[in-house]
T-cell receptor, first 115, second 115 residues
């Protein structure tokens, strides 16, 4: 499985934007970039995913580098409820074959949000 | 609540005892996954079902572990002759085959403590 590299921890202030980086230099052409987060004492939850173009949803934005070797999850206005571990995960597309169904988690980035 | 549910939420057992966990996926989801998470680490894939068929088992799943998904609905994970190293959070997730993002929805987990 292609691997991702994330900082162990980051800190932000409430209501400020947060940019969470992820490096994935060995990404293949069919790998999607997924982000999940895990709030304290909960299971992970889906945040966003993308392939090549930048993506926006109600939770966050995903900025993907042109060479796709890195990406950034953007929380536009951090709240205390955004304090969590954020995981960047590569997954093969549904047409790529192989075991694209499972998620391979790293240690993620622990985001602390200060009031 | 129509999300993924897991029972029990907490289990304390003595070494050598058998334990069984249950997972109820989102009702129309045909894919079901089990993961294990130890302190400070991301979740690790254990096994995967598509309907009632168990299609992959991780090498982490020793002979003491068995998972079933009768009738393609709920799933159980049994650990026989528990060891202290089995202490972890056991997470269940489900997804819908064919859904574009193949988002996995996680339950709250079962925290196992082996004394």
């Amino acid at each position: 499985d292609a691997k991702t590299t994330q900082p162990n921890s980051m800190e932000s202030n409430e209501e400020e934007p947060v940019h969470l980086p992820c490096n994935h230099s060995t990404i293949s052409g069919t790998d999607y970039i997924h982000w999940y987060r895990q709030l304290p004492s909960q299971g992970p939850e889906y945040v966003i995913h993308g392939l090549t173009s930048n993506v926006n949803n109600r939770m966050a934005s995903l900025a993907i580098a042109e060479d796709r070797k890195s990406s950034t999850l953007i929380l536009h206005r951090a709240t205390l409820r955004d304090a969590a571990v954020y995981y960047c995960i590569l997954r093969g597309g549904t047409n790529s074959g192989g075991s694209n169904y499972k998620l391979t988690f790293g240690k993620g980035t622990l985001l602390t949000v200060n009031p | 609540d129509t999300g993924v549910s897991q029972d029990p939420r907490h289990k304390i057992t003595k070494r050598g005892q058998n334990v069984t966990f249950r997972c109820d996926p989102i009702s129309e989801h045909n894919r079901l996954y089990w993961y294990r998470q130890t302190l400070g680490q991301g979740p690790e894939f254990l096994t995967y079902f598509q309907n009632e068929a168990q299609l992959e088992k991780s090498r982490l799943l020793s002979d003491r572990f068995s998972a079933e998904r009768p009738k393609g609905s709920f799933s159980t994970l049994e650990i026989q002759r528990t060891e202290q190293g089995d202490s972890a959070m056991y997470l269940c997730a489900s997804s819908l085959l064919g859904e574009r993002t193949d988002t996995q929805y996680f339950g709250p987990g079962t925290r196992l403590t082996v004394l």
